[in-house]
């Protein structure tokens, strides 16, 4: 069993940067693929981003392309989240998740964590 908790949300302007930190417990962190969804007030909880056990694939939403960058560190049993020229649409609760491949879709991942809030002024 994986245990995930999000950190380094908060608010920001428009165009500034966050990075986001996944911290796992356990030391099968390496043998999954983690990714990153995120939710806003009233709509579904979407995909953003997903990196290979290995850290060698990472996948995107077109929302983000360009602008977000998912790594990770197994020596540290950490995944994170670069967010960078940020814009008001990026604000929501986002959660990092632990499953068996880097998949766009909820159903692909078996662990989540609480969820962080960042928050994106204009």
């Known amino acids: 069993q994986v245990q995930l908790v999000e950190s380094g949300g908060g608010l920001v302007q428009a165009g500034g940067s966050l990075r986001l930190s996944c911290a796992a417990s356990g030391r099968t962190f390496s043998s999954y693929a983690m990714g990153w969804f995120r939710q806003a007030p009233g709509k579904e909880r979407e995909f953003v981003a997903a990196v290979s056990w290995s850290g060698g694939s990472t996948y995107y939403a077109d929302s983000v392309k360009g602008r977000f960058t998912i790594s990770r560190d197994n020596a540290k049993n950490t995944a994170y989240l670069q967010m960078n020229s940020l814009k008001p649409e990026d604000t929501a609760v986002y959660y990092c998740?632990?499953?068996?491949?880097?998949?766009?879709?909820?159903?692909?991942?078996?662990?989540w964590g609480q969820g962080t809030q960042v928050t994106v002024s204009s």
């Open positions: 998740a632990a499953g068996s491949r880097p998949g766009m879709h909820r159903y692909e991942y078996n662990y």
